[in-house]
């Protein structure tokens, strides 16, 4: 049970994240294929081929051609995540830091209390 998960999970993975996805319209090209032989009995698969992806035209049926794989391409999910540089681990009222960087817990990249002091204070006036 756990590798049928497993297997699912990635195929999900993979299916939403390359260009997997494309293989799900492999029956949309088979039917459009018979499509194409039905007008014309002697064309090849590989004659099909060639007329949609290798010198595609705009002819009457050219939605229709925009729905098969691999003509038209989207840009995939992208995850971004950050991760803090500064790892400390407490225990215990004692604070172990394996990077070795001595930086206090409110000090770090995305907050600076010393310029956000700096920059907002109240207006001086000048005295004469």
């Not at 939605?63 to 794989?69: I, N």
């Not at 001595?102 to 920059?119: A, C, P, T």
């Amino acid at each position: 049970m756990k590798k049928l998960i497993s297997i699912l999970l990635l195929s999900l993975y993979l299916v939403s994240t390359t260009e997997l996805y494309q293989l799900l319209k492999m029956p949309l090209l088979i039917e459009h294929y018979f499509q194409h032989k039905n007008l014309n009995p002697e064309m090849s698969f590989t004659a099909f081929l060639k007329t949609h992806y290798d010198h595609p035209v705009k002819d009457s049926d050219y939605d229709e051609d925009q729905k098969l794989p691999f003509v038209s391409h989207a840009s995939p999910l992208s995850v971004v995540f950050t991760i803090n540089p500064i790892l400390d681990i407490h225990c215990i009222g004692k604070v172990y830091n394996p990077i070795g960087i001595r930086q206090i817990l409110y000090k770090n990249v995305l907050y600076n209390k010393e310029i956000l002091n700096s920059i907002w204070q109240p207006p001086r006036f000048r005295q004469s």
